[in-house]
Protein backbone atom coordinates (compact mmCIF):
# COMPACT_ATOMS: atom_id res chain seq x y z
CA UNK A 1 0.00 0.00 0.00
CA UNK A 2 1.05 3.38 -0.58
CA UNK A 3 2.48 5.99 2.17
CA UNK A 4 2.76 9.72 2.24
CA UNK A 5 5.14 11.84 4.11
CA UNK A 6 5.20 15.61 4.80
CA UNK A 7 7.62 17.36 6.82
CA UNK A 8 8.12 20.59 8.46
CA UNK A 9 4.39 19.78 10.09
CA UNK A 10 4.32 23.57 11.04
CA UNK A 11 4.94 26.34 8.69
CA UNK A 12 4.89 30.12 10.02
CA UNK A 13 5.75 32.75 7.61
CA UNK A 14 4.74 36.40 6.37
CA UNK A 15 2.24 37.76 3.77
CA UNK A 16 4.43 37.58 0.37
CA UNK A 17 6.73 35.47 1.22
CA UNK A 18 7.02 32.00 -0.97
CA UNK A 19 5.85 28.89 0.20
CA UNK A 20 6.89 25.15 -0.82
CA UNK A 21 5.36 22.16 0.90
CA UNK A 22 7.22 18.63 0.38
CA UNK A 23 5.47 15.63 -0.01
CA UNK A 24 7.13 12.13 -0.94
CA UNK A 25 5.14 8.98 -1.54
CA UNK A 26 6.37 5.49 -1.61
CA UNK A 27 5.00 2.95 -4.17
CA UNK A 28 6.37 1.39 -7.54
CA UNK A 29 3.58 2.11 -9.84
CA UNK A 30 1.37 4.67 -11.44
CA UNK A 31 -0.13 7.01 -8.86
CA UNK A 32 -2.51 9.89 -8.66
CA UNK A 33 -1.56 12.63 -7.07
CA UNK A 34 -3.63 15.46 -5.23
CA UNK A 35 -3.27 18.47 -2.57
CA UNK A 36 -6.22 19.59 -0.66
CA UNK A 37 -6.39 22.31 1.91
CA UNK A 38 -8.84 23.21 5.11
CA UNK A 39 -9.35 26.14 6.05
CA UNK A 40 -9.80 26.48 9.71
CA UNK A 41 -13.04 24.99 10.73
CA UNK A 42 -13.90 23.99 7.35
CA UNK A 43 -13.69 20.62 5.03
CA UNK A 44 -11.26 19.55 2.95
CA UNK A 45 -11.32 21.11 -0.87
CA UNK A 46 -8.95 19.99 -4.02
CA UNK A 47 -6.43 22.49 -4.53
CA UNK A 48 -4.70 20.66 -7.55
CA UNK A 49 -4.21 17.11 -8.65
CA UNK A 50 -1.70 15.12 -11.27
CA UNK A 51 -2.85 11.97 -13.18
CA UNK A 52 -0.53 12.44 -16.31
CA UNK A 53 1.00 14.84 -18.90
CA UNK A 54 2.82 17.98 -17.86
CA UNK A 55 4.89 17.04 -14.28
CA UNK A 56 3.95 20.90 -13.78
CA UNK A 57 0.62 21.38 -12.45
CA UNK A 58 -1.47 24.66 -11.17
CA UNK A 59 -4.15 25.15 -9.17
CA UNK A 60 -6.35 27.38 -7.53
CA UNK A 61 -5.63 30.46 -5.33
CA UNK A 62 -2.25 30.50 -7.58
CA UNK A 63 -0.79 27.24 -5.88
CA UNK A 64 1.25 25.00 -8.00
CA UNK A 65 3.10 21.24 -7.72
CA UNK A 66 5.95 19.59 -9.41
CA UNK A 67 5.58 16.18 -10.01
CA UNK A 68 9.05 14.49 -9.85
CA UNK A 69 9.37 10.87 -10.85
CA UNK A 70 12.47 10.09 -9.36
CA UNK A 71 12.12 11.51 -6.71
CA UNK A 72 8.83 10.12 -6.04
CA UNK A 73 7.65 13.84 -4.87
CA UNK A 74 4.50 15.71 -5.36
CA UNK A 75 6.01 19.60 -3.52
CA UNK A 76 3.45 22.01 -3.81
CA UNK A 77 4.44 25.80 -4.15
CA UNK A 78 2.96 29.77 -3.92
CA UNK A 79 5.19 31.97 -5.30
CA UNK A 80 3.82 34.90 -2.82
CA UNK A 81 1.06 34.07 0.24
CA UNK A 82 -1.25 36.22 1.51
CA UNK A 83 -2.86 35.85 4.93
CA UNK A 84 -6.12 33.70 3.62
CA UNK A 85 -3.95 30.99 2.64
CA UNK A 86 -3.26 30.13 6.19
CA UNK A 87 -4.81 26.62 6.32
CA UNK A 88 -3.88 23.04 6.74
CA UNK A 89 -2.48 21.31 3.29
CA UNK A 90 -2.68 17.54 2.83
CA UNK A 91 -0.99 15.78 0.35
CA UNK A 92 -2.62 12.63 -0.92
CA UNK A 93 -2.07 9.16 -3.05
CA UNK A 94 -3.78 7.47 -5.23
CA UNK A 95 -2.26 4.34 -6.27
CA UNK A 96 -3.18 1.12 -7.89
CA UNK A 97 -5.58 0.07 -4.90
CA UNK A 98 -7.47 2.82 -5.43
CA UNK A 99 -7.21 4.03 -1.95
CA UNK A 100 -6.47 7.34 -1.03
CA UNK A 101 -3.73 7.79 1.64
CA UNK A 102 -3.30 11.14 3.12
CA UNK A 103 -0.18 12.69 4.20
CA UNK A 104 -0.58 13.63 8.01
CA UNK A 105 -0.55 17.62 6.45
CA UNK A 106 1.61 21.28 7.14
CA UNK A 107 -0.40 23.76 9.12
CA UNK A 108 0.46 26.91 7.34
CA UNK A 109 0.08 30.19 9.02
CA UNK A 110 0.36 33.66 7.20
CA UNK A 111 0.94 36.43 9.46
CA UNK A 112 0.00 39.72 7.89
CA UNK B 1 -26.76 23.58 -2.93
CA UNK B 2 -23.98 21.75 -0.60
CA UNK B 3 -22.93 18.84 -2.75
CA UNK B 4 -22.12 16.33 -0.02
CA UNK B 5 -23.88 17.32 3.30
CA UNK B 6 -23.34 16.11 6.73
CA UNK B 7 -25.04 16.04 9.89
CA UNK B 8 -25.20 17.09 12.36
CA UNK B 9 -21.94 19.54 12.26
CA UNK B 10 -21.54 19.15 16.04
CA UNK B 11 -22.55 16.14 18.30
CA UNK B 12 -21.76 16.49 21.88
CA UNK B 13 -22.52 13.12 23.56
CA UNK B 14 -21.80 11.09 26.85
CA UNK B 15 -19.64 7.91 27.27
CA UNK B 16 -21.90 4.40 26.71
CA UNK B 17 -24.80 6.08 24.18
CA UNK B 18 -25.39 5.59 20.43
CA UNK B 19 -25.22 8.21 17.71
CA UNK B 20 -26.04 8.29 14.13
CA UNK B 21 -23.97 11.09 11.87
CA UNK B 22 -26.15 11.11 8.51
CA UNK B 23 -24.27 12.00 4.93
CA UNK B 24 -26.14 12.58 1.92
CA UNK B 25 -24.17 13.72 -1.63
CA UNK B 26 -26.07 15.06 -4.52
CA UNK B 27 -23.07 14.77 -7.36
CA UNK B 28 -24.19 11.39 -8.59
CA UNK B 29 -21.43 9.62 -7.46
CA UNK B 30 -21.26 6.25 -6.92
CA UNK B 31 -18.69 5.84 -4.57
CA UNK B 32 -18.55 7.15 -0.39
CA UNK B 33 -16.67 7.55 2.02
CA UNK B 34 -15.41 7.89 5.73
CA UNK B 35 -12.57 9.48 7.55
CA UNK B 36 -11.83 10.23 10.72
CA UNK B 37 -9.75 13.20 11.83
CA UNK B 38 -7.91 13.22 14.92
CA UNK B 39 -6.81 16.40 17.40
CA UNK B 40 -3.58 15.96 15.46
CA UNK B 41 -5.22 16.47 11.99
CA UNK B 42 -4.54 13.40 10.89
CA UNK B 43 -6.61 11.72 8.39
CA UNK B 44 -7.61 8.31 8.37
CA UNK B 45 -9.98 6.23 6.17
CA UNK B 46 -12.88 3.99 7.37
CA UNK B 47 -15.18 2.51 5.30
CA UNK B 48 -16.19 3.26 1.49
CA UNK B 49 -19.02 1.84 -0.60
CA UNK B 50 -19.23 1.75 -3.98
CA UNK B 51 -23.06 1.44 -5.56
CA UNK B 52 -24.15 0.14 -1.74
CA UNK B 53 -21.35 -2.09 -1.26
CA UNK B 54 -18.78 -2.19 1.18
CA UNK B 55 -15.71 -2.28 -0.32
CA UNK B 56 -13.14 -0.79 2.12
CA UNK B 57 -13.05 -1.54 5.81
CA UNK B 58 -10.67 -0.64 7.53
CA UNK B 59 -9.58 -1.37 10.88
CA UNK B 60 -12.12 0.18 12.97
CA UNK B 61 -14.09 -1.23 16.07
CA UNK B 62 -16.94 -2.73 15.41
CA UNK B 63 -18.83 -0.63 17.23
CA UNK B 64 -18.93 1.90 13.82
CA UNK B 65 -21.23 0.40 11.27
CA UNK B 66 -21.40 2.23 7.94
CA UNK B 67 -25.08 1.99 6.35
CA UNK B 68 -25.53 3.27 2.57
CA UNK B 69 -29.23 2.65 1.42
CA UNK B 70 -28.59 3.78 -1.86
CA UNK B 71 -25.21 5.30 -3.37
CA UNK B 72 -26.35 9.10 -2.63
CA UNK B 73 -26.18 8.16 1.32
CA UNK B 74 -23.81 6.34 3.77
CA UNK B 75 -24.76 6.85 7.16
CA UNK B 76 -22.45 5.86 10.47
CA UNK B 77 -23.78 4.57 13.46
CA UNK B 78 -21.18 4.35 16.67
CA UNK B 79 -22.64 2.10 19.38
CA UNK B 80 -21.30 2.35 23.06
CA UNK B 81 -19.33 5.61 22.24
CA UNK B 82 -15.62 6.22 23.62
CA UNK B 83 -13.98 9.26 25.36
CA UNK B 84 -10.91 8.16 21.82
CA UNK B 85 -14.21 8.32 19.22
CA UNK B 86 -13.53 12.22 19.80
CA UNK B 87 -12.68 13.27 16.53
CA UNK B 88 -14.20 15.10 13.34
CA UNK B 89 -15.67 12.54 11.15
CA UNK B 90 -15.76 13.92 7.15
CA UNK B 91 -17.72 11.75 4.82
CA UNK B 92 -16.22 12.04 1.06
CA UNK B 93 -17.93 11.16 -2.43
CA UNK B 94 -16.08 10.43 -5.79
CA UNK B 95 -17.17 9.34 -9.26
CA UNK B 96 -16.10 5.14 -10.03
CA UNK B 97 -14.91 3.52 -7.56
CA UNK B 98 -12.26 2.16 -10.20
CA UNK B 99 -11.41 5.70 -11.60
CA UNK B 100 -8.46 6.21 -10.11
CA UNK B 101 -8.00 10.19 -10.95
CA UNK B 102 -11.54 10.78 -9.31
CA UNK B 103 -11.04 13.34 -6.62
CA UNK B 104 -12.82 13.22 -3.70
CA UNK B 105 -15.35 15.55 -2.51
CA UNK B 106 -16.08 16.31 1.00
CA UNK B 107 -18.51 17.18 3.85
CA UNK B 108 -18.23 19.97 6.17
CA UNK B 109 -17.13 17.52 8.82
CA UNK B 110 -18.82 16.61 12.37
CA UNK B 111 -17.23 17.21 15.44
CA UNK B 112 -17.89 14.36 17.51
CA UNK B 113 -17.25 15.14 21.62
CA UNK B 114 -17.07 12.30 23.86
CA UNK B 115 -17.45 13.52 27.65
Known amino acids: AQSVSQHNHHVILSEAASLELGCNYS??????LFWYVQYPGQHLQLLLK??????LVKGIKGFEAEFIKSKFSFNLRKPSVQWSDTAEYFC??????????FGKGNQVVVIP | DTAVSQTPKYLVTQMGNDKSIKCEQN?????MYWYKQDSKKFLKIMFS???????INETVPNRFSPKSPDKAHLNLHINSLELGDSAVYFC??????????????FGNGTRLTVT
Open chain 2, 49 to 55: YNNKELI
Open chain 2, 92 to 105: ASSLGQGARNSPLH
Open chain 2, 27 to 31: LGHDT
Open chain 1, 27 to 32: YGGTVN
Open chain 1, 92 to 101: AVKGGNNRLA
Open chain 1, 50 to 55: YFSGDP
